[in-house]
């Protein structure tokens, strides 16, 4: 769709997200507790934070194209629920900490907000709802199960994507009024994409930059470590090349998306314990 030396679509950007999610978690997992403070342990790691911007951003777009929302909604709590529940029984009965926080709380929340700013009138009003859970577990800690793993961070990242997107339609429907040009003539252009991406890539840099000055100030209100967050921004490369197509979408690659975040933990525990072993 772009004239550039690289495209993406939404099955490319899964993948990307995907594959630096599996990066990330074996320099956890794995580099980090057999060669802790290592070169690898920092690159897997910093490589790794390009995964949550990609998926809050495909979350975003996912509320924003889908025939039926209701359904994007069950799925993400029904992995909330497994995933809380697997966190649960591996903290508590094997005594293994795994993660901190379900990170399907955060896209859940995130994609509800967006549900509600999406329904007519006094309707939106119930975006307060999500929000109010995501504040409650920001000042009140939760278990593991329960809690974000991203806290108001991975929110107003997810949310903000799709604010940023009706900002950038407000300014261009401004914009080509004021030349004569068709405003839904030019959602068919690639610079209608293009001027998307740019203002979602704006949008995850903004966050980051005031994250990280809220962490200067005050870590414990940030509750993120920035310094290694903050290389978060470079999502924004893929996310500025995204083309608006879905791509590849058989149902096989959609339920897998899903299975593949349980499962890699599995494989990972499976590679330390058999290290362990040997070591």
Do not use: C
Not at 2 to 27: Q, V, Y
Not at 83 to 99: E, K, P, T, Y
Request: charged share 10%.
């Amino acid at each position: 769709m772009f004239k550039r030396p690289w495209a993406l679509d939404s099955f490319h950007l899964k993948l990307i997200a995907l594959t630096t999610m599996l990066i990330d978690h074996t320099g956890v997992i794995i580099v980090g507790a057999f060669w802790p403070g290592s070169i690898a342990y920092s690159l897997l790691r910093i490589i790794g934070r390009i995964a949550f911007p990609l998926f809050a951003f495909m979350i975003s777009e996912g509320m924003m194209h889908s025939r039926h929302p209701w359904k994007y909604l069950a799925r993400l709590l029904f992995m909330a629920v497994f995933i809380g529940l697997a966190i649960f029984i591996i903290n508590d009965f094997l005594h293994i900490s795994v993660l901190a926080g379900n990170i399907f709380i955060d896209l859940l929340l995130g994609a509800s907000m967006i549900f509600a700013l999406r329904q007519k009138g006094y309707w939106k009003l119930s975006a307060i709802i999500p929000a109010a859970v995501g504040i409650f577990i920001y000042v009140y800690p939760l278990p593991a199960p329960l809690s974000m793993d991203y806290q108001i961070y991975g929110l107003v990242m997810i949310v903000g994507f799709y604010l940023m997107r009706l900002v950038a339609n407000y300014l261009m429907r401004r914009q080509t009024r004021q030349l004569g040009i068709n405003f839904i003539g030019f959602t068919l252009t690639p610079q209608y994409q293009k001027q998307l991406n740019l203002y979602a890539s704006i949008w995850l840099l903004t966050v980051n930059l005031i994250w990280y000055i809220i962490y200067l100030i005050d870590p414990q209100i940030a509750n993120m470590a920035m310094g290694a967050q903050s290389y978060s921004f470079m999502a924004a490369l893929f996310i500025y090349a995204y083309t608006g197509n879905r791509g590849y979408n058989k149902k096989w690659f959609q339920y897998g998306s899903y299975a593949f975040y349980p499962l890699h933990f599995l494989v990972l525990y499976g590679i330390y314990e058999l290290i362990a072993l040997i070591i």
